[in-house]
DNA sequence: TCTGGGGTCCTAGGACCC
DNA sequence: TCTGGGGTCCTAGGACCC
């Protein structure tokens, strides 16, 4: 959507999000250029409150947008997703899509499965199978039989092909995992290569760590082989880190334990997860650790200063 | 569809404990 | 004592989302 820097893309994203929160304080970010918000309590109703945002965002940020209103964030999103698709022609689309109260079944009845939050392709093949195509034909069937075909599932299947969702926008929201992958242009089997890939994910994944305050209970290894399959392996640790060289170390015992020598690579993945606020003792005297933990700190620093590539560790750890 | 990178959530089996 | 059942944690994989 926006060409350029990543760096650029986060502010842009920001900006939208600023302009959002003058609204309400009431808006949950779904991704870097998707929020919901509540608009219940406020006096305007909400096809003009949305006329008004996408005039804001437009003026004040330079950018077009779409967006759905609805009496759920359910139908809100699809809402929304109806009227990005049906834009034709050049450019961005800029599409308001309401759905006034009470029609949301009606809304919803022939769009295809797929529309539905949660139904992919392989959920979608099997009601294809079944005979299902759209949301109506889902709509129509019992409760019991769709529990019963997609276990506890299908009870959800039933209620959001019917509209129904009472999920709150939730303003708060707490990162569950952090990771670095990357997909090799060729397929790479020099153990050295991988390994110093490797050390770079951990040492990028442990960073990211350290700037939201948190640390990592448990590691997690992702590889890809020449044929696509990905395995992934995962160690919990004795104790949450936020450490490059424990990130690492627990990465590279992963990845000695799965990889073959020589075997192709094609993607390499690092991961953290089980995360917990940082506690920093502030003890006495320093811990080797809490040396560790303020020369990575001092980094940190150089690194938002002068970007992340430009800051390496010399040899030897 | 021959496939990028970052996430979330769910399931299932095994270990371990009481 | 080899035997029941349940809870919880851990790990691996997969579906799905933007």
Known sequence: MIPGHHADYQAYSQRVMEVLGEQTALSEQISSDEAFLDLTDLPRPGEELARGLQAAIRARVGLPCSLGVATNKLVAKIANDYGKSRHRGEGTPCAITVVPPGEETGFLAPLPVQSLWGVGPKTADLLESMGIHTIGDLANLPEAYLARRFGVNGHDLWLRARGIDDRPVET????????????????????????????????????????????????????????FTTPTRQVSLDQPTDQDGVIYAAALGLFDGLWETGRPVRLLGVGASRLTPTAHQLGLWDTPNEKERRLLEALDSLREKFGERVVKRGKGR
Request: with cysteine.
């Open 172 to 227: 708060e929201h707490a990162v569950k995992s952090i990771s670095q992958e990357i997909t090799f242009d060729r397929d790479i089997s020099d153990g050295a290569r991988l390994r110093q890939t490797l050390r770079g994910m951990s040492e990028q994944v442990a960073f990211r760590l350290r700037a939201d305050n948190l640390c990592a209970g448990t590691v997690r290894l992702k590889l890809r082989w020449a044929d």
